[in-house]
């Protein structure tokens, strides 16, 4: 299957600090890429659609000036965590939608364990 | 919003047994999506179904797509312990790729 790499896989930042994920598509070209939020024994929420060359699409209750989604080229997003608080300690976790004629699927990033102190 | 019943929530199994596991909705899905996931990992795409009734296999792992499309399951012939971790499935019905996924079916196998 397709691959999807995140960057960092862990990061520990102080309280009021910024924190950048990089989700890339590695051997395909992904026009929407997705980032969901996983807490610990529970299933994936989307937070937010990352559309290539436009702005993010963000799902209802997901502060958009919280969390900056940035989709510069067709197989790079990224994530800002802006202003950290121990509350966003969490699993982000990104996925690229891959389409091959009528087939779409998506396949996910090994993600993030962010951690705020 | 669009919601998938995902059942079993979780499952103790003996290796060596078959494991059966479904998603259900009130809703059409046009896609349906199984993957599994370790602790700390993202998911792993298992098996992708795009036409109502279809049956595909992935090794030890079989799923269909309903005829209805609103429901599929994900059957695992025998078991063996690392197939132990979290199985979601998720539905697409919308051009812009958007899944809805269930809340997951933990899985143990004794050894």
């Known amino acids: 299957g397709a691959v999807v790499s995140q960057h960092p896989s862990r990061v520990i930042c102080k309280s009021g600090t910024s924190v950048k994920i990089e989700c890339r598509s590695l051997?395909?070209?992904?026009?929407?890429m997705f980032w969901y939020r996983q807490f610990p024994k529970k299933s994936l929420m989307l937070m937010a659609t990352?559309?290539?060359?436009?702005?993010?699409?963000?799902e209802q209750g997901v502060e958009k000036d919280k969390f900056l989604i940035n989709h510069a080229s067709l197989t790079l997003s990224t994530l800002t965590v802006t202003s950290a608080h121990p509350e966003d300690s969490s699993f982000y976790i990104c996925?690229?939608?891959?389409?091959?004629?009528?087939?779409?699927?998506?396949?996910f990033g090994p993600g993030t364990r962010l951690l705020v102190l | 919003g669009q919601q998938l019943n995902q059942s079993p929530q979780s499952m103790f199994i003996q290796e060596g047994e078959d494991v059966s596991m479904n998603c259900t909705s009130s809703?059409?899905?046009?896609?349906w999506l199984w993957y599994k996931q370790d602790p700390g990992e993202g998911p792993v795409l298992l098996i992708a179904?795009?036409?109502?009734?279809e049956l595909t296999s992935n090794g030890r792992l079989t799923a269909q797509f309903g005829i209805t499309r609103k429901d599929s399951f994900l059957n695992i012939s025998a078991s063996i312990p690392s197939d132990v971790g979290i199985y979601f499935c998720?539905?697409?019905?919308?051009?812009?790729?958007?899944?809805?996924f269930g809340d997951g079916t933990t899985l143990t196998v004794k050894p």
């Open positions: 996925s690229a939608r891959s389409l091959t004629g009528y087939e779409e699927t998506q396949y």
């Open positions: 051997d395909f070209q992904a026009t929407t």
């Open positions: 990352s559309n290539e060359g436009s702005k993010a699409t963000y």
């Open positions: 809703s059409i899905f046009n896609t």
């Open positions: 179904l795009y036409k109502a009734g």
């Open positions: 998720a539905g697409q019905n919308t051009n812009a790729g958007k899944s809805t």
